[in-house]
């Protein structure tokens, strides 16, 4: 029964499928990296008319569940030259599930010069011309001429003026449930999409079964304990509702990893005006939300609405590693100027971390002074209107790198790495390193455990329990990213057992199943395998799995070098 | 005796000291190759401190022997990330021979924004501040000012301001006995020496012992039969004397072979206007001078002084691969605007290879239309100025490519693949593909027995024996790469048995010898092997053996495409 929906963008063919058999069985991350393993060719050009692009939610995406509203995008990035999984919030996950839509696959690429927009309803697929009005328009204002023609709850992938451009920092955009941006950011998502000369995606589930639960009691009890896990975790319960992802600044500053000047020092003396505190007390002086759900069903309410003096929006979704960027890396001390650069990003459709961590390389290349916030939101401007600036800022900061020719580039396959200095948290840099998705703290977030004391506590200076730590990391969150929970969830689960039971009993009582806590660990190994094979052979070998050569300096305040050997970190994926 | 000099940046140590053992028996790309094989990290980034770049003149390099003129140099590459060993003429390395220099090594990063002369002399080596008027200069009047400062006839190698800037695309230049320029043209190693901050290196063979023959006679005797074969042969000894490589325009279209517009046909209408015989009866009506060797010695001559229409020099070095990739490439049915563009790519100092089948892309991109010679020349005086597109332009047909989110984009291991199209010359194709060097036609070039019918004959259009050919041209042009020779007695020597076989005479005469032909060939192996192994290292792997999938097109006018397996493309490295 579930709907497996192939739209070829060269022919314009719709295929509506029962789901095929090799994938029955996957949901969200799994189905995306397992398809891409299977059905796209390694070597291709991400641009080119053999990538695909797969939307997939998770296993209880649009099920009652708190927190179960994300959706994985997949595809081999134009970025990294790796797999990609990048997931989202937003409605549109929620949708396909309701309408019980297993995968949305955009194949080929049309020959014509035209944008399309895909319309996903119960009655079918279609394939309609994009409005003129819309190419070349940024993501807010699109989004909302979409919904006047499409109907103002219907869902919306969309990609900005970055992703037309196929630039290689370009994110794919979804509506929230106010209209406002979430996005599947990381990896150039944007730019497959551009390549199929796909707009936007709209999907409506008017007359939608909704999703269908096999044991509906079972599933209401074990729902309610994995939300009271969620309620009762300090963390899920009362840092992130209350402050957002953006209280980790003042954290990381005290730990000495919030990487400053381009990765040169790990604290710095202006970190609480840019932190979670001062963000969520202007939010309650000016009259902005300071917590919002990027989802129906969110209890965690970590995005906000953050608005200007008078009291208008700005942005939303605006975190952490976002103001850490600017703010910290960048030197930019001050909050309105950095929601004015996270607004344009979401606005011209790119990854705000690639770009802004692009935009410290910008700084580093001497293109603009450290801690012009002015100048770094004119900069960040430059994409939508296509300069060569433009492009090679939104193509990246390993673009910015390699154009202004600087050895101090924050990458990992050609990704920018986040927020967390890998010197002083080297549990989250053996992620970076290994992570078949180039450096991603979201992989495997070992910052929970050398920072956050979630789930135990490894020294974040020292080497030892780091490999353990983000290998099991980095395959229990290849099946949170199937289950379409929010990756936020893992802060509870890791630490009460019952929440990660209860997440468990839940897919078992949707589907009749009966898992193990050890299966759902067999999925992430499958996945993560599938996802290094694909790597491999696209042409990644262990070489591949370094850090930059720069972090063999001495990081202050703690003077920490990255010191694993080559040997170590190849241990992350000896499982 | 002889003398293996490394120059550390860094510290600025100097340390003049024996050939170590491990490299004694080598010389020219075996010897830079071996070297960065086993000297220089291969996950080291290129521009930083851990790379190390090494001149080193062939075996025969400053000898009496006919075209013995070539200089070596090697590190890993910024533009491919793998091995380079990229080779130039010009003056310098036969007075490295002269002065028994066996190779020149510069290691480190200096800390301080200063450029530096490294001034090599019998006395010894200096390491001086840059005068300050060269810093940011063009290669030709820079020399000019060094050669007025360190004597009119001191070896020159020069970066321009694109080395300076560590683009991509920046090559290293050499003067040529008339202070013109050559170049050390392909992977970027202009960009190493900028990294390093060598503006320039000078050599002064004042009081040099000259190069040491053990058995002159013998070496005698062998040079003579050498000349004879080189005379003799009509591609040496008619075709590149007279009209230089750009006989090959006519050639290649006649053959359907001649990438026209990126490459998307072989044949174009305009071939004769650019092709070498009227380059010839340019220069013959216009006083310029037809035929000209890079160094002292040539007897193929190839080179020539292109002279504007008042009889005013414009350019030396005006090859076949330039024209095509404006000529034909890039729709420019101009030879004097070509010649110009050529002049500005030596002057600024990037590779006129890489950086005219970049303009390429450019007009691919819509940048400036197709054919526009003036926008095209405009395009690359953009280099010099450091603007964001000069950079994109400046690092290569890939980043351009990259920036403007294309497909068609002919590169291979991000190296611009020049003038022969692999549909209809699959030899070179192969070569290509499979060097370690990125798309490289010198690597391998069975251009020669598909085309020209030297070393017999292979059909250009068809699969059969092409393995075999490029495989075994690979081989030859490794060992021929390190005798110092020009490539271009592989013309002579494929055809005629005693022109080889004076060749390993001569280098048993200087050394005292008794190497064989089977030797030559081992040595060849050696070199790739080590090549191929540093790769492999820096995280090359078969699937960067492939050619950029727009090949799969079929090409006008023999509707030919791209058809080697994967599999068949591997067997040129199974030896």
Redesign the interface.
């Given at each position: 029964m579930t709907k497996f929906i192939r739209i070829d963008m060269g022919s314009k063919a719709v295929t509506i499928g029962d789901c095929p058999e090799k994938y029955a069985g996957l949901a969200g991350r799994g189905l995306t990296s397992i398809f891409v393993a299977d059905e796209v060719k390694?070597?291709?050009?991400p641009?080119?008319k053999?990538n695909k692009l797969i939307f997939a939610p998770g296993f209880l995406t649009g099920t009652s569940a708190a927190n179960s509203g994300r959706l994985s995008c997949g595809a081999k990035s134009p970025l990294t030259g790796g797999i990609k999984e990048s997931n989202t919030g937003g409605t549109f996950g929620q949708k396909m599930s309701k309408m019980d839509i297993k995968a949305l696959v955009f194949e080929g690429i049309p020959e014509e010069d035209k944008y399309y927009v895909v319309k996903v309803a119960m009655d079918g697929v279609t394939i309609e011309e994009a409005p003129a009005e819309i190419v070349g328009m940024g993501n807010y204002e699109a989004i909302k001429i979409l919904q006047a023609k499409y109907g103002p709850k219907a869902g919306v992938a969309i990609i900005g003026p970055a992703g037309e451009?196929?630039?290689?920092g370009a994110n794919i955009s979804f509506a929230d449930p106010q209209s406002n941006i979430r996005s599947a950011g990381r990896g150039g998502l944007g730019?497959v999409m551009?390549?199929k000369k796909i707009k936007a995606v709209v999907i409506d589930d008017a007359g939608a079964p909704g999703v269908t639960i096999a044991n509906p009691e079972a599933f209401k009890s074990a729902s309610k304990r994995f939300t009271n896990a969620l309620t009762t975790h300090p963390v899920t319960g009362q840092g992130l509702p209350k402050y957002g992802t953006n209280i980790l600044i003042n954290i990381l500053n005290e730990a000495g990893g919030l990487p400053t000047q381009n990765f040169r020092r790990g604290r710095n003396e202006w970190a609480n005006n840019i932190g979670g505190e001062s963000m969520t007390a202007n939010m309650e002086a000016r009259g902005g939300k300071p917590t919002h759900g990027c989802h129906a069903g969110c209890i965690i309410r970590c995005s906000q609405h953050y608005v200007d003096a008078q009291g208008k929006y700005i942005t939303s979704g605006f975190e952490y590693e976002t103001v850490w960027a600017l703010g910290a890396n960048g030197c930019i001390d001050d909050l309105d100027t950095i929601a004015y650069a996270d607004r344009e990003c979401d606005d011209v459709g790119v990854d705000s971390i690639e770009t802004t961590v692009a935009v410290g390389v910008a700084m580093e290349a001497g293109i603009i002074p450290w801690g012009d916030g002015k100048a770094a939101l004119e900069l960040i401007k430059e994409i939508r209107k296509g300069?060569?600036?433009g492009?090679?800022l939104g193509?990246g900061a390993g673009?910015v790198g390699?154009?202004?020719?600087?050895?101090r580039v924050p990458v990992v396959k050609n990704q920018a790495i986040p927020a967390y200095d890998p010197r002083a948290v080297k549990g989250v840099g053996l992620t970076y390193a290994t992570t078949p998705m180039g450096a991603d703290h979201t992989s495997g977030y070992a910052v929970a455990t050398n920072i956050l004391k979630v789930g135990g506590f490894v020294d974040p200076l020292g080497k030892a329990g780091q490999v353990e730590l983000s290998r099991n990391l980095q395959i229990a969150t290849a099946a949170v990213d199937s289950t379409g929970m929010c990756l936020f969830i893992a802060f509870a689960i890791l630490d009460i057992a019952d929440g990660f039971n209860a997440l468990v009993d839940m897919i078992n009582a949707r589907y009749n199943l009966a898992l193990t806590g050890d299966d759902v660990s067999a999925l992430g190994k499958i996945i993560l395998k599938a996802e290094r094979g694909f790597n491999?052979?696209?042409?990644?070998?262990n070489?591949?799995d370094?850090l930059?050569?720069?972090f063999e300096e001495e990081l202050p305040p703690h003077n920490v070098t990255w010191d694993f050997t080559d040997e170590e970190i190849d241990e992350v994926f000896n499982f």
């Open positions: 390694p070597t291709c050009h641009l080119g053999y451009m196929r630039l290689t730019a551009g390549s300069t060569p600036l492009r090679i193509c673009a390699r154009m202004y020719g600087l050895t491999q052979r696209a042409g990644f070998t070489a591949h370094r930059p050569e720069f």
